[in-house]
C-alpha cells in the first residue's frame, strides 16, 4: 500500500515540475514576447529547437525519410530522425501545429523520464527516505553555475541539457525520452523478479527507443553494465554458479541489443556512405568542456556522492558498485576522443543523485538531519535551474532577436508556406536561414551550423551576396535559388543593388521576398 501510495506522489510531484518548470515559462515567454513578434517556441538553444520543427515538417508533408532541410542538394532521402518524423505524422493526424506537438511530447518525455527515475531509486534504494532524497535531487537538482557564472565561468548545467535532467526536460523533447528508456533499459537487466515474457518485451521496448533516439545511450548502458558485472564476477566466490544467475540478466542485455542495434549499424552505416550526410558526420563537432566546468556543473550532488561512496561504503553493496561503475564510465567516456563527447553524458546525474542520497544518510544520525542537509543541497541547486529560465524569459521580454521572429518575417513564412513549390531553394541570412524550412517546406544555401554541409563556406557566400559581390545574380542561379528573402536581419549584411533586378512577389512592412527568374 504504501509502495502505491508513493508511486502516485512520485507521479503527481513529476507532473507538477513539468507543468511549472517545463511547460508555464514557454507559456509566459509567448505572452511578454507579444509586442515584439512571434515568440519562436525555443527558450534555450533555438538553433536546435528550429531544426526539429524542420524535421517534423518533413513528416507532416508524408515523408518517413529525411532530407537534410539545410542543405542545397541534400541528396536521397535516409532513415534517420525518425522520432521527429514521426511527430510530424502526428501533428497531420491531429491537425494542429508542430511545435504545440513538439512541447507535448517534451512534457510527456519528461514526465516519464521522472516517473522511472523514482522507481529506480526504490530498486536500487530500499530504504524509504534515501530513495525519495535521490528522487528529489534528480527532480530539482543542478550545479554551482549560478555560481560560476558571474566569475565568466560556463558550467555544465547552465548549457549541457544531456548531464542535467532538469535541463532536459526544458530543453527538447528526445533528451529526457532517451533518458527515460535509458534508466528502463537499466531496471530490466536489474529487475529479477519479473517474469521472462516482460522482461524480454520491455527490453525490446526500451533499446528500441533508446536506439531510435539516442544510439550512443546504448553504448553508454552496455558499457555500464558491461563494467558492473566484470567487477562482481571477480568477487564472487563461485564463478560458474553466479554466472548460471546472471540468465535473466544476460536475457535482458541481449534484448536490449536486439532492438538496439539495427539502429547503431543502419545509423554508422548512412553517415559514411551518404554523400551529404558524412559532410554533416563530419561538422558535427561537440566536444566535452573542460573538466572544471564539468566538476561545477555537477555541484553538491557530486560532492555528497563521494561522501556516499566513502562514508556510505557504497562499495559494499552490489547496488553501490553498479552506481560507482555507471559514473566511473560515464565521466571516462565523456573525455574519451570522440567526436561527440557531449553526448555520452546523458545519465550521468542519475547514478549521482543516488550516491548523493546514500551520502546524506550516511552524514545524517537522525530524519531531521537528512532534511537539513538535503535542504541545504537543494538551495545551492535550485539557483541555477531558476537562472536558466529567468533567462530566457527575460531575453523573450525584451525581444531578443534569437528568440522572437519578428510578425513581418512571420507573415513571409506563411507566404513561402503557401506559394513557394516543395524544396524551393531560398536565400536568406543566418537566423532566417535556420528558421524557414521549420515554417515552409524550402532548402535554404545555409541555415545550421552543423547541418548545413560546408557550412562555413556556405555562410560566407551568403554574407558576400547579401554585402553585394558582383557575380551574386550569377551565382544564385547556377544554383537554382527561386527566392532571396530580406527582411531586417539581412538588411544588417548589406543592401546589394542586385535586388532590384528582382521581382517581388511579397511585401510587408520590412519584409521582401523576390523571386530569381531566368536571366
Known sequence: MEKRRDLIVAAALSLAAVLVFGVLPYVVAA???????????????????????????QGFDGSWLLQLPYAAEPGQGAFLFIYHLFLGHVARWLGTSLLM???TARALAAFAMFLISFVFYRRLLPERRTHWAA???????????????PLGVLSIDLWVPEAIP???AYANAHFPLAAAALLGGALVVLEDEMRWGWRIVCALLCGFVLGMVFPFGVGTLLAVFGAWLLWELLRAADRRDWLLEQRGRMLGIASLLATALPWLIYDFWISRSHEVL????AQNQTPSPPLLDTLLGLGLILVLAIVGVILGKAHRSERGRLLICWVMVNLVLI??????????SLGLLFPLAALAAMGLAAMAATRRR????????????IPTNLLVVGAGLWGAGLGDAALVIYPDEADAFAWLAEHAPAGALVLAGED???????????????????????AEDELAAVEAMYAGSEDALDLLRSRGVAYVFYGPRERALGDPAWLESLEVVFQEGEVTVYQVGSP
Not at 278 to 281: E, G
Not at 335 to 344: A, G, M
Open 31 to 57: 505572452r511578454t514576447a507579444a509586442p515584439q513578434g512571434v515568440f519562436g517556441g525555443f527558450l534555450i538553444n533555438p538553433i536546435d529547437g528550429f531544426s526539429y520543427l524542420a524535421k517534423m515538417r
Open 101 to 103: 506537438v513538439y512541447h
Open 135 to 149: 528522487f528529489l535531487l534528480t527532480l530539482l537538482g543542478s550545479g554551482l553555475g549560478w555560481l560560476a557564472q
Open 166 to 168: 532538469f535541463l532536459s
Open 278 to 281: 558524412a559532410v554533416w558526420t
Open 335 to 344: 573525455y574519451v576522443p570522440f567526436s561527440l563527447q557531449r553526448r555520452l
Open 370 to 381: 537528512v532534511i537539513e542537509l538535503f535542504m541545504l543541497t537543494l538551495a545551492f541547486s
Open 432 to 454: 532566417n536561414g535556420n528558421r524557414l524550412p521549420a515554417f515552409a517546406d524550402v532548402r535554404v544555401l545555409y541555415g545550421h551550423p552543423f547541418e548545413t554541409p560546408h
